[in-house]
């Protein structure tokens, strides 16, 4: 096993229906490494955290690069701004 395929997560459906798996082959962001950069795949959760992690700019395909992570709080550049995520909403957003 590489290490990356111990940090996907196979077949997680997230928001969408079962026929349509957006999140397949995903990687949380509370598990992306410092320096590392990635796209946002889909943000998972219920609407009214979905809606609040839109609103901060995890939109689909949006570049967000790890600036530092401890415990899984992590704090990203996203769109030229510096933000600090709690693990449990790093945990939302699924990358690639």
């Keep these: 096993m590489d290490q990356n395929s111990s940090r996907t997560f196979d077949g ?3 928001h969408q229906p079962v026929s349509q798996p957006r999140c397949t ?9 410092k320096g590392e950069s990635v796209r ?4 998972c959760g219920k609407d009214e955290t979905r809606r609040f992690l839109i609103n901060l700019g995890f939109v689909e395909n949006a ?5 530092t992570e401890t415990d899984g709080n992590v704090i990203v ?3 030229g701004t510096r933000l600090a995520v ?3 909403m790093a945990r939302r957003v699924m990358t690639a």
Excluded at 25 to 33: D, F, T, V
């Design 12 to 14: 997680l459906n997230c």
């Design 40 to 43: 946002v795949k889909c943000v």
């Design 86 to 88: 709690s693990k449990a």
């Design 77 to 79: 550049s996203l769109k």
């Design 63 to 67: 570049e967000v690069t790890v600036i």
């Design 25 to 33: 082959h995903a990687i949380p962001l509370s598990l992306i490494h």
